[in-house]
């Protein structure tokens, strides 16, 4: 239901504009980008919570699945009441007592208290024990790893591994981003290492979506991803393409810039790194 702000004409994404939840949600989402392109400064910044991420262990509890249906039917009440129609699909109990994680169509996930009176977006960290436990890691990488898993194969420019595949990345691409060329540029590199790419349509700008869709519209969609990429125009008839669906996954998943890159577990690893960082980022060595 939603995606970025820049399109006027598709009716999916003029939710932005109309839905106050949605605006505020995606001013404020932060999502912690090593190096990319970004449509937002606000990805440029650097992290500075009290405790960074990468200083943090993820819990390893299991995410449960049992959605709590009186908080599902506070939040949307509340929601309602303050002129905000959105669909909540789920509010599941985190390890945190009185705290839900809470899926919503259209939205990045967040989190919610048990009046579902409240919205809590970005890390909850526990302290207390030896080293500091992130309990919003594991759901972030849950909702993740099912919805890139529910992705056709068919839908997306896939690079396989050369030789054994070691591990598998989706990547949220955009054909007009520097850092998503320099990505590009090492896919040898990347392949050789066992590493399969699974490319996923994000252009940040108006101006590239039809170029991504000539892409995904191509006979060979690799040799016109390779063509965009190396900065040459691409062109193809119109066709049914998942450009957009994929857009909306990339939001829902709080994609902010380019490149954006998960592992099959649905961690995102960050923007660009180096064929040899990526592979030790997923464990590829």
Same mark, same amino acid.
């Given at each position: 239901?939603?995606?970025?702000?820049?399109?006027?004409?598709?009716?999916?994404?003029?939710?932005?504009s109309?839905s106050?939840?949605t605006?505020v949600?995606?001013?404020?989402?932060?999502v912690i980008?090593?190096?990319?392109?970004?449509?937002?400064?606000?990805d440029?910044t650097n992290n500075?919570?009290?405790?960074n991420s990468? !200083?943090?262990?993820?819990?390893?509890?299991a995410?449960?699945?049992?959605s709590?249906?009186?908080?599902?039917?506070?939040?949307?009440?509340?929601l309602?009441a303050?002129g905000?129609?959105?669909?909540?699909l789920?509010?599941?109990?985190?390890?945190?007592?009185?705290?839900?994680?809470?899926?919503? &169509?259209?939205l990045?996930?967040?989190?919610?208290? !048990?009046?579902g !009176?409240?919205?809590?977006?970005?890390?909850?960290?526990a302290v207390g024990?030896?080293?500091?436990v992130d309990?919003?890691?594991?759901?972030?990488?849950?909702?993740?790893q099912e919805?890139?898993?529910?992705?056709?194969?068919?839908?997306?420019?896939?690079?396989?591994?050369?030789?054994?595949? !070691?591990?598998v990345?989706?990547?949220?691409?955009?054909?007009?981003c520097g850092y998503?060329?320099?990505?590009h540029?090492e896919?040898d590199?990347?392949?050789?290492?066992g590493? &399969?790419?699974?490319?996923?349509?994000?252009?940040r700008s108006? &101006?590239s979506?039809p170029?991504?869709?000539?892409i995904w519209c191509s006979?060979?969609?690799?040799?016109?991803?390779n063509?965009?990429?190396?900065g040459?125009?691409?062109?193809a008839?119109?066709?049914?393409?998942?450009?957009?669906?994929?857009?909306?996954?990339?939001?829902?998943?709080g994609?902010r810039?380019?490149?954006?890159?998960?592992?099959?577990?649905?961690q995102?690893?960050?923007?660009?790194?180096?064929?040899?960082?990526?592979?030790?980022a997923?464990?590829a060595?």
């Amino acid at each position: 239901m939603f995606l970025a702000p820049f399109s006027k004409t598709n009716p999916n994404r003029d939710t932005f504009s109309r839905s106050p939840l949605t605006r505020v949600m995606s001013a404020a989402l932060l999502v912690i980008v090593a190096a990319g392109c970004s449509n937002n400064a606000a990805d440029a910044t650097n992290n500075t919570d009290l405790v960074n991420s990468s !200083k943090a262990k993820t819990s390893t509890a299991a995410v449960s699945k049992d959605s709590d249906a009186k908080v599902v039917k506070s939040l949307q009440a509340n929601l309602k009441a303050s002129g905000i129609e959105e669909t909540i699909l789920s509010a599941v109990p985190t390890d945190m007592t009185g705290i839900y994680w809470v899926t919503a &169509e259209g939205l990045p996930s967040f989190f919610t208290d !048990k009046t579902g !009176k409240h919205i809590i977006q970005g890390q909850i960290i526990a302290v207390g024990a030896e080293a500091p436990v992130d309990i919003s890691a594991a759901l972030l990488a849950s909702t993740a790893q099912e919805a890139l898993k529910a992705v056709d194969k068919k839908d997306m420019v896939i690079y396989p591994a050369k030789g054994a595949t !070691k591990a598998v990345v989706y990547a949220f691409t955009d054909a007009d981003c520097g850092y998503c060329r320099k990505l590009h540029e090492e896919m040898d590199d990347i392949n050789t290492r066992g590493i &399969e790419v699974r490319y996923l349509a994000w252009p940040r700008s108006q &101006e590239s979506v039809p170029k991504m869709e000539a892409i995904w519209c191509s006979q060979d969609r690799k040799a016109a991803m390779n063509q965009g990429k190396a900065g040459a125009d691409v062109q193809a008839p119109s066709c049914a393409n998942p450009v957009q669906e994929q857009m909306a996954l990339g939001a829902k998943l709080g994609v902010r810039g380019t490149p954006a890159i998960f592992t099959e577990a649905g961690q995102q690893v960050g923007g660009y790194l180096p064929a040899a960082q990526l592979a030790e980022a997923v464990g590829a060595n």
